[in-house]
Structure formats: C-alpha cells, structure tokens
T-cell receptor
Framework: GQQLNQSPQSMFIQEGEDVSMNCTSS?????WLWYKQDPGEGPVLLIA?????ELTSNGRLTAQFGITRKDSFLNISASIPSDVGIYFC????????????FGAGTTVTVRA | EAGVAQSPRYKIIEKRQSVAFWCNPI?????LYWYQQILGQGPKLLIQ????????DSQLPKDRFSAERLKGVDSTLKIQPAKLEDSAVYLC????????????FGEGSRLTVL
C-alpha cells in the first residue's frame, strides 16, 4: 500500500483545548478518511473527504482535504475526556482496486 | 442495521498451531477486507474480496495465511502454522460498493501466539 506519514505520534492535551493532527503522502489520493479507534474496538469512521480543498465538520471535528491531494488535517475543538483514543488517517488513491492505506495513528490522551 | 460481526474476540494459541477467524459483513456489502493490526500500528491490508472473488491478496503471506468467501457473504481467515509475529488484531471490514472509501469495521479478533 501507499506510505502515509501521520503526526504527531501521540499527544497529551488539556481538557477544553483544541488539537490538530495531520497526514501526508508521497502519492496523490482521491479520498481521505479519518477514523477513531477506542481500546478493544475496531476503527469507527469520523469524516470522509472526497474533493481537494474540501473542509468538512462533524460536531467538534473538522477535517480538510489538502489542495495538493497529498495531505489532510483533522482538528478537534474543545477537547473532552471521551476524545481519548487513537486517530487514524486513511487514503485511497486513483486506482482500479480502490485500495485504502492507513497511517500509523495519533494517540490522544486528555488530562482532565 | 447490524454491523460487521467477527468471532472469536480473543484467541490464544501456541506457535505452529492453527487458528481461524470468521467475519459476517454488513448485509448487502459486496466488498470485504481483512486487515492485520499489530500493536502501535495502523491496519495493514491482507486481502480484499469483491463478492466471492479475490481483488487483492498481494500482502497476504500465502505460505501460512488463507482466506475464503465462498458464497460472497461471510468470510474465514485461517493461519496455519502460526508464528509469534502473527500476534495482532485481525480486523474485518466491509463497504457497500467498490468505489466508495467508507469502510465499516468489526470489533476485531485479538490473536496472541505464545
């Protein structure tokens, strides 16, 4: 699969703070997805992006599809304890098999 | 709507033993995936099915891993013989059509090889 670089690897944040994470690729993608995984569970889709430059919100989450098609950003506003978990970006390139590649994840821990 | 079902949730075996995982995708979803997730890493694709046909198994270690989806609905992933490095969570995912990016995951099957 494609190589996705996700950063930061982990973060500790204060409850109420805003947090940002990003994902970059050496290849062009036509779809960017952001997932959250809680301990012992499978990843759950948060936001899907399909167009370069697209900015999409889901509650306190906002994600953007980079203009170059090689990056994406996820912002969480006003963090709360339930935001704890691992956030994964995933990208799907222009290809016949629509293969999805995942980043290594950003682990978020909230200090109450 | 029921989600992706996987079993067992947990399995502990010794190296060189065999194990099988089962997945039932969301009803009507033609595309099914098996991913391997090693602790601290993102999911890595093992095999992708479209109905009962294999679309991509390029990253499946075929000397020990096999998967089937005979009737185009549920699927089984088998490992025989298991190695220590196979310890991971095996995630099944499905989606409604090939060209949509939105995968729905099951809770995963956690394998520990001793």
């Amino acid at each position: 699969g494609q190589q996705l670089n996700q950063s930061p690897q982990s973060m500790f944040i204060q409850e109420g703070e805003d947090v940002s994470m990003n994902c970059t690729s050496s290849s062009i993608f036509n779809t960017w997805l952001w997932y959250k995984q809680d301990p012992g569970e499978g990843p759950v889709l948060l936001i899907a992006l399909y167009k370069a430059g697209e900015l999409t919100s889901n509650g306190r989450l906002t994600a953007q599809f980079g203009i170059t098609r090689k990056d994406s950003f996820l912002n969480i506003s006003a963090s709360i304890p339930s935001d704890v978990g691992i956030y994964f970006c995933a990208g799907q390139p222009f290809s016949r098999d629509y293969k999805l590649s995942f980043g290594a994840g950003t682990t978020v821990t909230v200090r109450a | 709507e029921a989600g992706v079902a996987q079993s067992p949730r947990y399995k502990i075996i010794e190296k060189r033993q065999s194990v099988a995982f089962w997945c039932n995708p969301i009803s009507g979803h033609a595309t099914l995936y098996w991913y391997q997730q090693i602790l601290g890493q993102g999911p890595k694709l093992l095999i992708q099915f479209q109905n009962n046909g294999v679309v991509d198994d390029s990253q499946l270690p075929k000397d020990r891993f096999s998967a089937e989806r005979l009737k185009g609905v549920d699927s089984t992933l088998k490992i025989q013989p298991a190695k220590l490095e196979d310890s991971a969570v095996y995630l099944c995912a499905s989606k409604g059509s090939l060209n949509t990016g939105e995968l729905f995951f099951g809770e995963g099957s956690r394998l520990t090889v001793l």
